[in-house]
């Protein structure tokens, strides 16, 4: 039995078909007009010699042959896709910058990084680790595409990435004493965790002091799983060795951080679009 091409365009058509289950709203999805599409099943069907749709009232219908072409099809459009973007010299290139305060590199960019390892393999993604300040300055000057920060930045486009609940946490080793100064684990520099902490105890009247300050979350875990003292951050921080406070400690609630995507509405490259779109849509 002789063996006949199966034509990519045709199956991506079909796929688009099989999923909306109408030529018309195919047709929107593969920028073609209806008659094209109509035209490209029609000869499809003829090359695999069998019915692939069928009609049920308005809508169009696999056949038992059309379900078994569809796995197939869908495998074949993916593989296809896949070996454009690698061999393409359009993408063979590309780069992203993307700025990204300690906090946000500690949870939320590692996730981020494998969706856009698996969607761009070619991509080319440069992290730059920063104060906030220096993000906003760097982002604005064009030295980065992108800035991930959980400080609020105006004058730029920006996105909700998360919303995360924020707890008073401590190592294994720490032993809360009632009623005495809360010894705080601090950043060095303007951080919002530290404001935020100062804040909620000052405002239920609470004795505080400074136990341990540093400029890296490196120093934080350092710290809190030294048992000295305690800090406020984010449920991911959590690890084995680090825990949530006990209600009986009868700390001050804490808001939620939000972390934020910001960009340039007028200085985006494509790689940069790339990336806003795919992260915009999880």
């Known amino acids: 039995m002789s063996v006949r091409n199966l034509d990519i365009g045709q199956l991506r058509t079909f796929v688009a078909v099989a999923e909306r289950e109408s030529f018309t709203n195919a047709a929107e999805k593969v920028f073609r007009t209806q008659a094209a599409v109509s035209q490209q099943m029609q000869k499809l069907e003829e090359l695999v010699g069998c019915a692939l749709f069928e009609r049920v009232g308005r809508s169009k219908r696999l056949t038992a042959e059309g379900v078994r072409l569809l796995e197939y099809a869908r495998r074949m459009v993916t593989l296809n896709d896949e070996a454009y973007r690698v061999i393409s010299s359009q993408e063979s290139h590309q780069s992203v910058k993307i ?19 698996e969607n761009f393999p070619t991509l080319s993604i440069d992290i730059k680790v920063a104060q906030s300040r220096w993000l906003a300055t760097a982002l604005r000057k064009g030295d980065i595409d992108l800035m991930l920060d959980i400080v609020p930045h105006a004058g730029f486009e920006h ?3 998360r919303s995360s609940p924020v707890a008073w946490i401590a190592g294994l080793r720490y032993r809360h004493q009632a009623g005495s100064s809360v010894p705080l684990i601090l950043m060095e520099n303007s951080c919002p965790f530290r404001s935020s902490m100062v804040q ?5 009247d609470m004795p505080w002091h400074c136990a341990f300050q ?12 030294a048992g000295l003292g305690i800090t406020a951050r984010t449920l991911e921080m ?18 939620a951080m939000q972390f934020h995507l910001y960009w340039r509405d007028d200085a985006q490259s494509d790689s940069a679009k790339k990336v806003l779109q795919l992260v915009a849509s999880r």
């Open 99 to 117: 700025g990204a305060c300690a906090d946000a590199v500690d949870t939320l960019v590692p996730t981020y990084l494998e969706i856009c390892a």
């Open 200 to 204: 909620a105890l000052t405002d239920a």
């Open 159 to 161: 996105l909700l990435l």
């Open 214 to 225: 540093t400029s890296t979350l490196a120093g934080i875990r350092a710290a809190l799983r």
């Open 238 to 255: 959590l690890a084995p060795d680090v825990r949530v406070l006990d209600s009986q400690v009868r700390l001050p609630a804490l808001p």
